[in-house]
């Protein structure tokens, strides 16, 4: 199974991915993850996505591309693979069709969980007080959320005119959202 998994910052991505990722023996590739991790170790990759971070903004595309280019080539995706954060512009679209025709693969499913703007912001300031994450400022999620809008919420339209597009409601448990996913994911796409 090849997915991608969209939805806007606080949408549940990152919950939903490793579940999903366990349900299909897959890997979950998590380009926000990959960043904090490069931040978190100082490395000029890191040094570089902080900055980007700091402001609410998307990493640059060359910075992106190469680093989901080394991590889809790895053995582990051979059978499938789940990506969360990527792609997040019609560029990296375009670049990710281009790794996929060179590993003579496709993507199988774009599943998008929908939630309202203010219940988004209110989740990522609640984790960003449990888990001290001091990019999540009120203004930077803001910001975030506008920049989904403005360059990712236009991919769905792209994916939905190739038919892969799956919309999953992700408000409610874990559990709940999870089973609408599987509901969605066992139907053809129409």
């Given at each position: 199974m090849r997915l991608l998994l969209m939805g806007p910052p606080g949408a549940g991505k990152g919950t939903q991915s490793a579940a999903l990722a366990a349900r299909f023996d897959i890997p979950a590739i998590a380009t926000g993850d990959i960043f904090r991790a490069q931040v978190a170790a100082q490395t000029p990759l890191g040094i570089t996505a902080q900055g980007y971070m700091d402001r609410g903004e998307y990493v640059a595309d060359e910075v992106t591309n190469a680093m989901?280019?080394?991590?889809?080539?790895?053995?582990?995706?051979?059978?499938?693979?789940?990506?969360?954060?990527?792609?997040?512009?019609?560029?990296?679209?375009?670049?990710?069709?281009?790794?996929?025709?060179?590993?003579?693969?496709?993507?199988?499913?774009?599943?998008?969980?929908?939630v309202d703007t203010d219940e988004l912001v209110?989740?990522?300031?609640?984790?960003?007080?449990?888990?001290?994450?001091?990019?999540?400022?009120?203004?930077?999620?803001?910001?975030?959320?506008?920049?989904?809008?403005?360059?990712?919420?236009?991919?769905?339209?792209?994916?939905?005119?190739?038919?892969?597009?799956?919309?999953?409601?992700?408000?409610?448990?874990v559990e709940e959202i999870g089973a609408r996913i599987d509901e969605v994911l066992s139907r053809p796409v129409v």
């Open positions: 989901v280019a080394v991590r889809l080539a790895e053995p582990d995706c051979a059978d499938g693979f789940l990506l969360d954060g990527y792609p997040r512009t019609v560029e990296q679209v375009a670049e990710l069709d281009t790794m996929l025709a060179t590993a003579d693969s496709t993507l199988d499913s774009v599943v998008v969980l929908t209110g989740r990522l300031l609640r984790r960003a007080e449990i888990e001290g994450r001091a990019d999540d400022t009120e203004p930077v999620i803001r910001r975030r959320q506008e920049v989904y809008a403005e360059q990712t919420a236009p991919l769905v339209e792209l994916y939905d005119a190739r038919s892969l597009v799956r919309e999953v409601d992700g408000t409610g448990t």
